[in-house]
């Protein structure tokens, strides 16, 4: 089955729809989103995309990411998504939103309006290895050490998100 993607303009406002990998082939802006779960412990739960996806393959980036279909709010996409990637089903709650565009050696381009979701589980992951080749659970001081120390080994939109908008990934009680 083809997935498609809600195109928007710079405004956010709807223009239509297009199959995933002609918009990421073409580069227009659409809709996306990057779930960060947290434990009681204030880990994030990180994730290694399998290594056989069509961008970004074996690198690590946050929970769970990816695309509302058309019609689909953004809190239901991401707990879908949350459910096919790592089998965790929780509450999530948006708590910003940025837009990000950025080219891959494959020459397709990342050029999303990215929603930023946030949660909290004590679940183990049942990662689905279509989708995932490993995860862990780690501090998000630890995060940015890592990155500094081999940025190569996590996803460009993570990076951003951990080097821009770190504060604002803070869960407030």
Excluded at 22 to 50: D, I, M, P, T, Y
Excluded at 51 to 62: D, V
Excluded at 98 to 107: A, P, R
Excluded at 138 to 158: C, G, K, M, S
Aim: charged letters at 25%; hydrophobic letters at 40%.
């Amino acid at each position: 089955m083809k997935e498609e993607v809600i195109l928007i303009n710079e405004a956010n406002e709807v223009i239509g729809q297009m199959e995933k990998m002609e918009a990421h082939q073409k580069g227009l802006l659409h809709r996306a989103f990057s779930v960060f779960l947290f434990n009681e412990k204030g880990e994030w739960l990180l994730q290694k995309r399998a290594s056989s996806k069509y961008h970004s393959p074996g690198l690590w980036t946050n929970s769970c990411c990816g695309h509302p279909r058309p019609g689909e709010d953004i809190v239901s996409a991401a707990q879908r998504r949350l459910n096919e990637e790592l089998g965790i089903h929780t509450t999530l709650q948006v708590q910003f939103e940025f837009q990000y565009q950025t080219n891959f050696d494959n020459l397709l381009v990342e050029n999303e309006w990215d929603y930023v979701l946030i949660g909290t589980t004590e679940l183990l992951p049942l990662a689905n290895p279509d989708e995932v080749d490993d995860w862990k659970w780690i501090r998000p001081e630890a995060v940015q050490e890592q990155i500094q120390l081999n940025p190569d080994q996590f996803t460009y939109w993570f990076k951003h998100i951990v080097n821009h908008h770190l504060k604002q990934l803070i869960i407030t009680s």
